[in-house]
């Protein structure tokens, strides 16, 4: 009977869940956790499904995520980075009050969309545990849109670095200028000196992560961040891209338009 209905749930899914397979094989399923070594980090990746009772726009409350995709998914490693992806905050869930302590008990970032006013926000849950929430930004218009163009159109990415005593998110949010046409840095989400958000993070401790590959002697020092890059340079790329890709779609599509005028 629990099979039925899961075949049920991953027909609804199916157009999906072949859309993922394509992009990311290890998110091909209706929830799915993925282990990773990244530089010094071990981090996991826990995708859970919070749309499987979804239906329109009136699900707020109605939603339900089950303790099963969590006890299926989640581990209790000490040394492992834990984010945790869902498409709809918790607070959307009839099933919040029984989910979120466990969620919160196990995972350190949550990364989900949705709502479409983006933002960071760090929390401390029961016990001392960290809790960072990161909402993205939104790329098309809902009901708050004005002529046709949404409010708070815009996209954010993120940066996990570490020092010598602590573990850090950098939160890189964009928001859409009307007047110079492109993606600028989103001011109100970011602190007051630099362009991004900076979210300390207590476990996993920075002594449970692998210490640095030694280099020789021409080689760079790593500089303790998980990304070997310069941040800088990497981060004109993203938005360089972004803005290039954006004016390629536009372009693309004023010209089926022209057509079939």
Request: with cysteine; charged share 30%.
């Amino acid at each position: 009977e629990d099979q039925k209905l899961v075949d049920w749930m991953r027909g609804r899914f199916q157009g999906y869940l072949d859309f993922a397979n394509t992009f990311a094989p290890s998110s091909g399923d209706l929830f799915w956790s993925k282990a990773l070594r990244v530089g010094r980090l071990n981090l996991r990746i826990v995708g859970l499904n919070t749309a499987l009772l979804s239906h329109d726009d009136l699900d707020k409350g109605k939603l339900q995520l089950g303790l099963g995709q969590i006890e299926k998914t989640l581990g209790q490693r000490e040394d492992e980075l834990v984010i945790l992806l869902t498409h709809h905050p918790l607070d959307w869930l009839r099933d919040a009050e029984d989910v979120s302590p466990k969620l919160r008990g196990r995972a350190h970032v949550h990364l989900h969309g949705h709502v479409h006013m983006q933002e960071s926000a760090a929390h401390r849950a029961g016990g001392g545990s960290d809790w960072l929430r990161i909402c993205a930004g939104a790329v098309h218009p809902d009901e708050k849109e004005r002529d046709g163009r949404p409010i708070g159109h815009g996209y954010s990415f993120g940066a996990v670095g570490i020092d010598s005593d602590r573990l850090f998110v950098d939160v890189f949010p964009r928001r859409w200028s009307e007047k110079r046409d492109d993606f600028r840095i989103d001011s109100e989400n970011t602190m007051r000196v630099g362009h991004s958000t900076r979210h300390e993070l207590q476990a996993p401790r920075p002594a449970d992560v692998h210490p640095p590959q030694q280099r020789n002697a021409t080689e760079a020092p790593e500089g303790g961040r998980v990304f070997d890059e310069d941040l800088e340079a990497l981060i004109a790329e993203i938005d360089t891209e972004t803005n290039r890709r954006r004016s390629g779609v536009e372009t693309f599509v004023r010209s089926l338009a022209n057509k079939f005028q």
